[in-house]
């Protein structure tokens, strides 16, 4: 196969889906548009506040995305070869991720915009509504680990292949650059300056802060030597405090726009840049479809396709922090019920079609090895270069690709604290000013503690805190996919409509994460066996077993109210919260 007919069939696969996938699936919620949203009914200019699909496709799109479609892709297709990789992320988006936003999106604003836990609480009980925010709340907490880390070594490492070289101080000079410009465009559009405008003087500036990057590099390294990464670690998560108290027109909303056009700008060019290359013969597949991993049984050091590979490509295929997402943020800008078609369903969809792009970055490579982030920036910097018809130098594609790494992930970081904020004081029940600060604050103290611990070493080499985490973020991420399906089937059995989809994604991602937990449990076994155990990798096994009883102890809770006879239950309206 080459690559023009892997992008081709990709691309043919997700639109076929969207028109015919998507027009039964927005049949079968009986969406319309005569129902007012809560963005309009709960108007308040902090966190609800109506836009339409086009603004508010990128700012979702961008939150959902981040970095996952582009590690975990990545991830899969140097230890499992691109073909199963593939076939996931096809499969994946189209029948349990697609489904899994699409649902828990309109399921929220059928509720007033309240959380998928919320719904668990109206469906199941009260015990599983604690047990669903405790552990949504955890999944959240390790997204912004395993984020925040990415960044920060993107900040201090210095990337490069043959032909560029990218520094990681330049890419952070860079990336505070584009905040302080999301924040501007928000005041901007704020006193009244129109979204088309503020677009158009905003995107090019973002450029131009990329081509500044190298001249005014921020090296916390050379300052702080040794110190670099977690010092970024440390502001990243201060960035996130900040984020999370803000009003969302601000930073949110621009800066989600922003991030949203820079992910259609890359996915444009760089399937264009895929179709001008392979005609040319300059890109062609060189890394080998699959991989020497077992089906089922790992061995040392190689792990199993069946269950690791659908816990390292979240993002992509199934996402779990999607449905916190959809029920959080995107649920309380809503302007019509149809636009959750788009959105959430639309949204998957390009989210898998990113994900093959940063697949495509893996194929081309003879060995296909070496970090996420450098992968994808050579990979998108070769895709561009022949999509500008190599007029433009590689040097300032490739900053141009890292910063976009870098980016993506700002856009997840922001949007996950702010959403672990509002499931705590879902929790706990606080309110007004006093309420958000102190939510933020203890949700962010983990990330702050987990970050301050000495690194951990495997088979000699030091592993970096994101790369420790990743099958746990990724287990407890499709475990919180897999209850959303659990709580939308609940619910749409109670209501009278067919919920044979979103149980089936339920029982397929619970098997899946449940089987990958038990094996980082045998995994934690042979290092204690082995002898001494870094801190790091204690904590890992001590969460994997605390989600595990969680998500068992979830199950049987609606367990015992499916055996039970369907009760008529109204949704709560905007006057009863």
């Known amino acids: 196969m080459s690559l023009i ?21 927005t049949k079968w919620m009986g969406l319309k548009d005569d129902n007012t949203t809560p963005a309009f009914t709960r108007r308040d200019g902090l966190d609800f506040e ?10 979702h799109f961008s939150a959902i995305s981040a970095a996952g479609p582009i590690v975990g892709p990545i991830l899969a297709g140097t230890l499992f070869g691109w073909g199963p990789t593939w076939l996931w992320i096809i499969f994946g988006s189209i029948f349990i991720g697609g489904i899994h936003d699409f649902t828990t999106l309109v399921a929220s604003v059928r509720h007033s915009a309240r959380s998928v836990a919320e719904i668990v609480k109206q469906y199941i009980n009260q015990r599983a509504y604690k047990l669903f925010l405790i552990f949504i709340w955890l999944t959240l907490i390790y997204v912004i680990i395993a984020f925040a ?26 990336s505070i650059l584009y905040l302080l410009l999301a924040a501007f ?47 970024w670690n440390y502001l990243l998560l201060a960035y996130c405090f900040i984020a999370s108290i803000t009003p969302v ?82 649920s309380k800008q809503l302007s019509r019920e149809s636009d959750a078609r788009p959105v959430a369903y639309g949204g998957m969809l390009l989210e898998g079609l990113f994900a093959c792009l940063s697949l495509a970055a893996v194929m081309i490579l003879v060995e296909p090895k070496g970090k996420p982030d450098v992968i994808y920036a050579n990979g998108i910097s070769n895709f561009l270069n022949f999509a500008f018809l190599k007029t433009v130098p590689t040097q300032t594609l490739y900053q141009f690709a890292l910063l976009c790494f870098a980016t993506f992930i700002f856009d997840t970081l922001d949007a996950c604290t702010r959403l672990a904020r509002y499931i705590l004081m879902e929790l706990t029940g606080w309110t007004g000013r006093r309420g958000i600060i102190w939510a933020t604050v203890i949700t962010l103290v983990l990330p702050v503690l987990v970050v301050s611990l000495p690194s951990a070493t495997l088979n000699g080499k030091e592993m970096p805190l994101w790369r420790v985490f990743w099958n746990l973020f990724g287990s ?48 934690y076994y042979k290092k204690v066996s082995s002898g001494s155990v ?34 008529k239950i109204e949704p709560l309206m905007d006057t009863e919260l």
């Open 5 to 25: 007919i892997f992008v081709v069939i990709s691309a043919l696969i997700f639109f076929s889906a969207y028109i015919f996938m998507g027009a039964w699936i």
């Open 50 to 59: 109506p836009i339409g699909w086009k603004a508010l496709l990128p700012q």
């Open 149 to 174: 880390d990415v960044t920060a070594g993107a900040f201090v490492q210095t990337a490069s292949t043959e032909d560029a070289t990218a520094p990681g101080p330049a890419v952070a000079t860079s």
């Open 185 to 231: 465009m928000g005041l901007s559009m704020r006193s009244g300056l129109k979204s088309g405008p503020a677009k158009a003087i905003f995107l090019p500036l973002v450029l131009v802060a990329i081509l500044a990057g190298p001249f005014m590099s921020l090296d916390l390294e050379k300052i702080f030597p040794g110190h670099g990464q977690k010092l």
């Open 249 to 330: 027109w601000l930073l949110l909303q621009p800066r989600g726009e922003l991030g949203g056009y820079f992910l259609y700008f890359i996915m444009i060019l760089g399937f264009a840049g895929i179709l001008i290359g392979g005609l040319s013969g300059g890109i062609a597949i060189n890394a080998p479809a699959f991989s020497n991993a077992p089906l089922f049984f790992g061995t040392e050091g190689v792990r199993p396709i069946f269950p690791i590979l659908f816990i390292t490509v979240a993002c992509g295929a199934c996402s779990g922090f999607h449905s916190v997402v959809s029920s959080g943020t995107t």
């Open 476 to 523: 407890s991420n499709q475990l919180l996919a897999a209850l959303a399906l659990l709580a939308v089937a609940v619910w749409l059995r109670h209501i009278g409509k067919h919920y044979a989809l979103p149980l089936f994604g339920f029982f397929f991602m619970c098997v899946m994460t449940l089987w990958s937990l038990i094996l980082t449990g045998f995994d």
């Open 534 to 567: 870094a801190a790091l990798y204690s904590v890992e096994a001590g969460v994997a077993a605390i989600l595990m009883v969680l998500a068992v102890w979830l199950a049987a809770e609606a367990f015992v109210i499916w055996k039970k006879p369907i009760e």
